[in-house]
């Protein structure tokens, strides 16, 4: 017998169960004999016992552990919503036809082992809101009602209560899963199988968000539970409130069979005073630790290495990973994604590889647009258009900028199929310093290298995101770097002088935060497996300790004449009108590239609007309006021989 069929025949089943089990709760209101009825409620639940399950209330006064006359005045309340003639018996039993309810002293004199207790607040009737209290009458001449979910809970229906379903987000079960999630997996129900009293709440942190809501959702599933999510800013603030909702989702645990994990980006004060409510199995998912009072289990979860990812994107493509071989190892090796990610996109790519020209571009493009979105807001895009022949450097230097894509290009190699990453994680990550004056070509070069690595490249200005509020500078370089893990996108942090200035003797609570801050960005350039990259144009005012943590420091000198004569000779496109431009005795003018690239590109607007050829005189008068923004004339040696 199929899935939907059974379900078809224990609803029906179920509903003959109630019809009998009100036709008993009619006869004792009447007065008459509850033989008939007896017999038709041990005919109903033989039907289901056939079935395989129990009746819903059955299955509800188990959970709650109700007395027998707790399940019966439950019933009572239920019969009297769902049959007319058992709401008008009870009318007739009060002696008020226009009061067709229960009432609890008509329940102490119908049913069988009455105890006073069944009403108690501590009891589960109304500790669980099954039933509600008129609070308007006194405690037994009061109308009792069920509460509409248990309602139709009894008639078969089951979902969540409509009062906290805005607020829960279904989980589904995963697919792929690392070694070690699937480890941990192991490890939290053997934990909870020793754990005789109510289970103790499940703290996830680390990187993988997706990866922690797989290991709850795996271990719910393996204990027969659906697993919920809430996020932890839309908990309550109020005590009251936290306490309505906690029960809410008490009851849901027993009735729904329901396990709950909350995401918990903002929102950690209110979540400590509201856990301790919470009934049922209960999961936090975290960056990091949240300093819970115990008891409490803590597990890791993190992003898995290259080589899972690498096996992960094997599996998601299936037959088209042979087209995107070639690519793997750099995907693997550049961005940190979670096993759902991969599996994901690779569902979406996984007929498209199939008939792409170019299957390894399209792999690298769905992996870059991960989460530009999410780090847009926090830094300027750059679109990387400059390559290595733009570069006009020093042999040293240019030969430290390689090593760095090279770095970059073989970490997964070296870290993991070698064995440095298990070494320790510190040191792991790429960082590095570009130090130069204004304009010799830092910026262009995070444009080279990111070009080159085929990576989103972010412009992170440090002065900007540098706050006077405590915490609010380490609060802004988190978001960054949260944002910007599952990328690998290139950061340029701006004006590194803002932060990493020399480190002053602490005097007061402001300095302490100061090198904190300082010390939180040193410790995620180590952990981001990206390449993350400062600039400065002062790099003695640097703090020696910090320079030692970085592993390339690059030097970007003022260009002498003939590397600022190569720069002239490649500023202009090859679609620009030249007329008599000499670049020899342009690199007369002792300025950096940048400011080169500013008098060229102000020079053909010059010329566009005279109707001519860019020609030396433009050139000039571009470089005398710039020098003037800049408050240094220009020299006639420099300009000499121009017109």
């Known amino acids: 017998m199929n899935a939907p069929q059974l379900q078809h025949d ?110 108690a607040p501590v009891r589960p009737l109304r500790r669980w809101r099954l039933i509600e209290v008129d609070e308007t009458a006194n405690l037994t001449a009061a109308r009792l009602r069920i509460d509409e979910r248990v309602l139709h809970y009894l008639a078969g229906i089951d979902h969540l209560d409509q009062r906290i379903q805005p607020l829960l987000q279904a989980v589904a079960r995963p697919g792929l899963m690392a070694a070690a999630h699937a480890d941990a997996v192991r490890e939290i129900l053997a934990r909870l199988r020793r754990t005789d009293d109510r289970p103790p709440p499940i703290e996830l942190t680390g990187d993988d968000r997706a990866g922690q809501e797989d290991i709850a959702a795996a271990v719910a599933g393996r204990l027969g539970l659906r697993l919920f999510a809430l996020a932890a800013v839309d908990i309550p603030a109020t005590l009251t409130d936290q306490e309505a909702l906690a029960v809410l989702w008490g009851r849901e645990t027993a009735l729904f069979g329901a396990a709950l994990l909350i995401r918990c980006d ?67 090796a550049q961005f940190r994604l979670s096993a759902r990610s991969i599996q994901t996109i690779g569902a979406e790519l996984a007929s498209e590889l199939a008939a792409s020209p170019d299957a390894e571009a399209a792999l690298w493009r769905a992996c870059r647009g991960l989460d530009g979105i999410q780090l847009a807001g926090l830094a300027q895009r750059i679109e990387p258009v400059a390559d290595w022949a733009a570069l006009i450097l020093p042999e040293g230097p240019m030969a430290t900028l390689r090593q760095i894509a090279a770095h970059v290009r073989h970490r997964l190699k070296v870290y993991e199929e070698w064995g440095f990453a298990g070494q320790g994680a510190r040191g792991l990550g790429i960082a590095a310093l570009f130090a130069g004056e204004s304009g010799t070509g830092k910026t262009m070069a995070a444009e080279v290298l990111a070009r080159e690595l085929g990576l989103d490249l972010y412009r992170i200005d440090l002065s900007a995101l540098v706050s006077k509020y405590i915490g609010e500078t380490e609060k802004n370089l988190r978001r960054v770097f949260d944002a910007a893990e599952a990328t690998g996108a290139v950061l340029l942090f701006d004006e590194a002088d803002a932060l990493f200035g020399k480190r002053s003797e602490v005097r007061d609570s402001h300095d302490r935060y100061a090198n904190i801050e300082v010390s939180y960005l040193l410790q995620r350039m180590d952990a981001y497996r990206g390449l993350a990259v400062l600039t400065t144009n002062h790099k ?40 008599g431009v000499d670049c020899a005795k342009l690199a007369r003018l002792n300025v950096a590239g940048g400011t080169i690239r500013n008098i060229a590109l102000n020079a053909a607007f010059l010329a566009a609007e005279a109707g001519e050829p860019v020609r030396m005189q433009h050139l000039q008068r571009a470089a005398q309006l710039d020098a003037a923004k800049r408050e240094r004339p220009v020299t ?8």
């Open 540 to 579: 003695a005012a640097l703090d020696p300790a910090f320079q030692r943590r970085l592993r390339f420091i690059v030097q970007f000198p003022f260009p002498d004449q003939p590397q600022r004569e190569a720069i002239w000779r490649r500023v202009f496109p090859a679609a620009t009108p030249l007329d």
């Open 636 to 643: 006639d040696a420099e300009t000499r021989g121009w017109v």
């Open 266 to 332: 903002e929102g950690a004060d209110v979540l400590r005073r509201f856990v301790g409510r919470l009934s049922g199995l209960v999961f936090i998912a975290a960056r990091e630790p949240l300093r819970l009072e115990p008891p409490i289990l803590r597990h890791r979860v993190d992003k898995p290495g290259g080589i899972d990812q690498r096996r992960f994107w094997q599996t998601a493509l299936g037959a088209s990973a042979q087209r995107v071989n070639g690519a793997l190892e750099g995907v693997a």
């Open 10 to 119: 224990w609803t029906q089943a179920n509903q003959r169960l109630l019809t009998a089990e009100f036709a008993r709760l009619q006869a004792l209101l009447g007065g008459e004999d509850d033989s008939r009825a007896r017999d038709q409620v041990a005919r109903a639940r033989a039907a289901l016992d056939q079935l395989g399950d129990a009746a819903a209330i059955d299955t509800l006064a188990h959970r709650f552990e109700l007395s027998p006359f707790e399940r019966a005045l439950l019933l009572l309340c239920a019969g009297v919503e769902m049959d007319a003639r058992l709401a008008r018996l009870c009318a007739e039993a009060g002696g008020e036809p226009q009061r067709p309810w229960a009432t609890f002293g008509l329940a102490l004199g119908a049913l069988a082992e009455p105890h006073w207790s069944a009403l």
